[in-house]
């Protein structure tokens, strides 16, 4: 595929993300940072964060199963994860993430095993989503 036709597929992903609602203007911030001399720096922070997601992700599976439920140190974990997820302006998780902790703060035990179910979704669906984007700009650069 020729250079120009990546460059406008990676711009129709990139505004497909932002229209769909998974990204916000924090993305565009990580954006303005990257520059000649580091060029994958959006890469390497949306990398961080999924590192850092995927151990949230079983340090709040592990306190759901291994009992008893404690509404605090979930709220406490994915606290962290909101934050992390915001830090990249993945909208759609960080409001999943608000959802959980709505449901740990009113101690609802099935509210948050659904909300837990959708934030996994909705991380889940963001990096198949991303890293296709990431790949095409990549290939368009």
Known sequence: MERNQRQRQAAYMRKALFDQGYLD????QLEDLQDEANPTFVEE???LFYSDSARFIKNIELTMHNGPFDFEKLDNIMHQFKGSS???GAKKVK??????????????FEGCMKAFQEVKQEHAALRRKLES???????AS
């Open 25 to 28: 203007d924090q993305f565009i």
């Open 95 to 108: 409001k999943e993430c608000t959802q959980f902790q709505e449901c740990c703060k009113a101690g609802n």
């Open 133 to 139: 984007y990431l790949q095409i700009a990549r290939e």
């Open 45 to 47: 922070v949306v990398n």
């Open 86 to 88: 915001s830090s990249i």
